[in-house]
């Protein structure tokens, strides 16, 4: 559907801005009306990492005239295979910062704000308020249940991306107009069901590919453009390089947007969503060790089974040693049970300890009283243990 302009045009554009921005100009449905309207919008990027690198880069280069940018983070080396806003030199850095430094590069003429600081249920508000248009580029499920929360509350706009491996996807909710994230996803998936990039991985182009979708809707929307994600959402497959769309329907019954709401106002995000089940935070309470002990544990010779439950590929980049790789859903499908020994104390870990947790659980319930599991995974056994190895 079509939508009226989302913000007014400013006054003018200066000869310079004019020289800048002439490609936009000569495009008849942006024109200088649209251009006037881009230098007067407030954007606010929530993250500055996979999404938030191209969704910046390309609005600063697209002339909107405020970029708000929350982020608390630090740039690692592990994230400049996708969040091309950061660069080597910037490692250490704060991501904000670095940001900002990127985005004044492209266009000296955008203010860019900073928040940096963790967006949570006590903040959002007062950040959402200032801007426009929300983009939002986070990658866990709590944070974006609280944007599109505070979104329908704020009535403001937002446009959604995620990514994972080759698959990614892009919406524009808008309550006024069309559903909110919650008619399509009432409720998050259970804990553990769905790994994070940080888990499952990320083609790094793919954020280029769905961080410019993002941008182009918000253009759309600022300027009043076009037809908006409105009411769709746009399905990304890059391995078979197909796009395809989906119609997502206003739920009337939405427990945040609906005719009667039960969401009136922010709730406990980290609790909704659930990092780990309550099954896993049972099991892991008094049978988690950190990995010093597991290295005494080791080094006496304790009778253990070190169980290592991520996936293959990440046990080729690094693996604590004697450990014994069997993937999480062997577990949880009941075919590694049968094979455990009994004779020895299993000892189970993964990545950080959420996946092992999980696993725990299942072993607590099948009488492996005695199994534990290791705080901080196989991240913790490097940085605490043996340092020369690499991490992901």
């Given at each position: 559907?079509?939508l009226?302009?989302l913000?007014?045009?400013a006054?003018?554009?200066t000869?310079d801005?004019?020289?800048r921005y002439s490609r936009?100009?000569?495009?008849p449905?942006?024109?200088?009306?649209?251009?006037?309207?881009l230098k007067n919008?407030?954007?606010?990027?929530?993250g500055?990492?996979?999404?938030?690198?191209?969704?910046?880069?390309?609005?600063?280069?697209?002339?909107?005239?405020t970029?708000g940018?929350?982020?608390?983070?630090?740039v690692?080396?592990?994230?400049l295979?996708?969040?091309?806003i950061?660069?080597?030199?910037?490692?250490g850095?704060?991501k904000?910062e670095?940001a900002?430094?990127s985005?004044?590069?492209i266009n000296?003429?955008?203010n860019?704000?900073l928040?940096?600081?963790?967006?949570e249920?006590?903040n959002?508000m007062d950040?959402?308020?200032?801007?426009?248009l929300?983009?939002?580029?986070?990658d866990?499920?709590?944070?974006?249940y609280l944007?599109n929360?505070a979104?329908?509350?704020l009535n403001?706009p937002?446009?959604?991306?995620?990514?994972?491996?080759?698959?990614?996807?892009a919406?524009?909710?808008?309550?006024?107009?069309?559903?909110?994230?919650?008619c399509?996803?009432?409720?998050?998936?259970p804990p553990?069901?769905v790994p994070?990039?940080?888990?499952?991985?990320v083609?790094?182009?793919l954020?280029?590919s769905i961080?410019s979708?993002?941008?182009?809707?918000?253009?759309?929307?600022?300027?009043g453009?076009?037809?908006p994600?409105v009411?769709?959402l746009?399905?990304?497959?890059?391995?078979?390089m197909?796009?395809?769309?989906?119609k997502?329907?206003?739920?009337?019954?939405?427990?945040?947007c609906?005719?009667?709401p039960t969401?009136?106002?922010?709730i406990?995000?980290?609790?909704?969503?659930g990092?780990v089940?309550?099954?896993?935070?049972e099991a892991?309470l008094?049978?988690?060790?950190?990995?010093r002990?597991?290295?005494e544990?080791?080094?006496?010779?304790?009778?253990?089974?070190?169980i290592?439950?991520?996936?293959p590929n990440?046990?080729?980049?690094?693996?604590?040693?004697?450990?014994k790789?069997?993937?999480?859903?062997?577990f949880?499908m009941g075919n590694?049970?049968q094979?455990?020994?009994?004779?020895?104390?299993i000892?189970?870990?993964c990545k950080t300890?959420v996946?092992s947790?999980e696993v725990?659980?299942?072993l607590?319930?099948?009488g492996f009283?005695?199994?534990?599991h290791v705080?901080?995974?196989?991240?913790?056994w490097v940085?605490?243990?043996e340092?020369e190895?690499?991490?992901?």
């Amino acid at each position: 559907m079509s939508l009226p302009p989302l913000v007014e045009p400013a006054a003018e554009l200066t000869v310079d801005e004019v020289r800048r921005y002439s490609r936009h100009l000569i495009i008849p449905d942006v024109g200088m009306d649209g251009q006037k309207r881009l230098k007067n919008a407030k954007v606010l990027c929530v993250g500055a990492g996979g999404l938030g690198s191209p969704a910046l880069m390309y609005l600063a280069a697209a002339g909107v005239g405020t970029l708000g940018i929350v982020e608390f983070d630090e740039v690692d080396e592990s994230n400049l295979q996708r969040q091309i806003i950061h660069s080597q030199a910037d490692i250490g850095r704060s991501k904000a910062e670095s940001a900002k430094d990127s985005v004044l590069g492209i266009n000296p003429y955008v203010n860019v704000v900073l928040h940096e600081e963790r967006l949570e249920a006590e903040n959002v508000m007062d950040i959402f308020s200032q801007y426009d248009l929300i983009v939002d580029g986070t990658d866990n499920f709590a944070t974006r249940y609280l944007v599109n929360d505070a979104c329908v509350l704020l009535n403001k706009p937002y446009v959604w991306g995620s990514i994972y491996r080759f698959d990614g996807q892009a919406s524009v909710f808008w309550s006024e107009y069309g559903p909110c994230y919650r008619c399509l996803y009432p409720e998050p998936p259970p804990p553990g069901m769905v790994p994070s990039c940080a888990e499952g991985g990320v083609l790094g182009v793919l954020c280029a590919s769905i961080g410019s979708i993002q941008v182009t809707e918000a253009i759309k929307v600022l300027a009043g453009v076009g037809e908006p994600l409105v009411g769709r959402l746009m399905i990304y497959d890059a391995l078979e390089m197909q796009y395809r769309q989906v119609k997502v329907r206003k739920d009337p019954d939405c427990a945040v947007c609906g005719a009667n709401p039960t969401v009136t106002e922010l709730i406990d995000y980290e609790a909704f969503c659930g990092v780990v089940s309550e099954e896993a935070q049972e099991a892991a309470l008094g049978s988690t060790i950190t990995p010093r002990q597991l290295k005494e544990w080791i080094d006496a010779d304790e009778k253990i089974e070190i169980i290592d439950v991520r996936e293959p590929n990440e046990y080729e980049i690094v693996s604590i040693p004697g450990a014994k790789l069997i993937p999480k859903n062997e577990f949880l499908m009941g075919n590694a049970l049968q094979d455990l020994p009994q004779d020895r104390r299993i000892v189970l870990h993964c990545k950080t300890g959420v996946r092992s947790a999980e696993v725990l659980a299942v072993l607590k319930s099948a009488g492996f009283a005695d199994a534990v599991h290791v705080g901080g995974g196989v991240i913790g056994w490097v940085n605490q243990i043996e340092p020369e190895k690499p991490v992901y």
